[in-house]
């Protein structure tokens, strides 16, 4: 196991939650805030990086759990903050950021994956023709669940940034990776976790690789632009995962006759950890955007003129949106910068005849 597995992940989100009721429960809750600062500091080196095609240092769902939990932090320091550094200082948002995390804690911890594969299935073709229908239905499905995943996680960024101004969507886009000023001065714990939910979506793109500003930024302009038009979110990763052309290619491979059985049955079987790994990756990503949205509402209590507001969250939910559609990429075999997982079609690739591979 990695550095920053789910046990650590238990062990730090499990303090983070005490020393927050500590707070909420305090009549002095200043004296709970050195308590609430330590459990909130990460517990090893964030600084994640990705070479395409070399060893990460770390298992990239140990680092994206990391990852969550640095989003996390940020909003519980932000939610005390709004507990305890503005004029008119309210607790719902701190129990809000605790509730969140409890709530995320099972998925992240042990991923709950009994809607994808029947458990324990395993494929035992009696004969070839069955091999390949097997082959070709478990392809499909292991398709359909990167893309539905992912619609769900697009569809749920979306509707967080028709809230904001196109203009600074687009802007935010741009900007990925990218510092910018902060003009309003906030509170000691509000600017704590402010400047951790930076690190934490630096973080994130560290993690895809050294290339992943630009084809993050490529990626969800496209799809900006495409669900701006009116385009459906499942038309749109369907594409751009192509699932379209991966089921022709596997059709192709289908027909030819120098097919084994048991090589057709060994690659059906390669689709079950695939389509799992997948889902317990989105998982991590979705307890991100679930952190992100409640750090939107805080932000919103302050009630300042903060131009590096909307810039710092369009980033945060673009940065989302770009690790989605990069790690489906990477799944569904559709090429990119990541090579985390050996994707669907490259599963389908490897059963095809030496002459035809590729093709």
């Known amino acids: 196991m990695g550095y920053y597995n789910s046990a650590a992940y238990l062990t730090q989100t499990n303090r983070l939650i005490a020393s927050g009721r500590d707070l909420l429960a305090a009549a002095d809750k200043s004296a709970k805030i050195p308590d609430l600062e330590k459990a909130a500091m990460p517990a ?44 008119q200082p309210t607790s719902s948002p701190l129990a809000q950021a605790l509730d969140q995390i409890e709530e995320t804690q099972p998925g992240a911890a042990s991923p709950v994956i009994s809607y994808l594969f029947a458990s324990g299935s395993v494929v035992n ?3 070839l023709v069955s091999a390949k229908k097997s082959f070709r239905t478990d392809a499909q499905f292991s398709l359909d669940r990167v893309v539905t995943d992912a619609v769900d996680i697009i569809g749920s960024v979306l509707e967080q940034l028709k809230k904001l101004d196109p203009a600074q969507v687009v802007d935010a886009i741009e900007n990925l990776g990218k510092p910018f000023e902060q003009a309003v001065a906030v509170g000691k714990l509000l600017q704590k976790g402010v400047d951790k939910l930076k690190n934490a979506v630096q973080s994130l793109l560290n993690l895809l690789g050294g290339g992943a500003f630009e084809e993050v930024k490529k990626q969800v302009s496209e799809i900006w632009t495409k669900l701006t038009n009116g385009e459906y979110a499942r038309d749109i990763l369907a594409w751009l995962f192509g699932v379209e052309q991966t089921m022709s290619r596997i059709d192709t491979i289908l027909v030819s006759g120098s097919l084994d059985r048991t090589e057709l049955d060994s690659a059906s079987n390669a689709f079950r950890p695939l389509t799992d790994n997948f889902g317990n990756r989105m998982s991590l990503i979705k307890g991100m955007l679930g952190a992100v949205v409640l750090i939107t509402g805080s932000l919103a209590l302050l009630h300042v003129v903060a131009p590096w507001l909307p810039l710092a969250l369009a980033g945060a939910y673009a940065a989302l949106v770009g690790a989605t559609v990069v790690i489906g ?24 005849p030496a002459s035809a591979a590729g093709s």
């Open 125 to 127: 073709s009696p004969d």
């Open 44 to 87: 090893g080196n964030h600084a994640f990086g990705f070479s395409p095609g070399a060893a990460s240092s770390a298992d990239p769902e140990d680092s994206l759990r990391a990852i969550l939990f640095d989003v996390q932090s940020a909003n519980v320091l932000i939610a005390a903050g709004i507990a305890t550094e503005i004029p």
């Open 329 to 352: 990429m990477n799944y569904a075999g559709a090429g990119g910068i990541l090579q985390w997982a050996k994707g669907v079609r490259e599963i389908a690739e490897s059963l095809a």
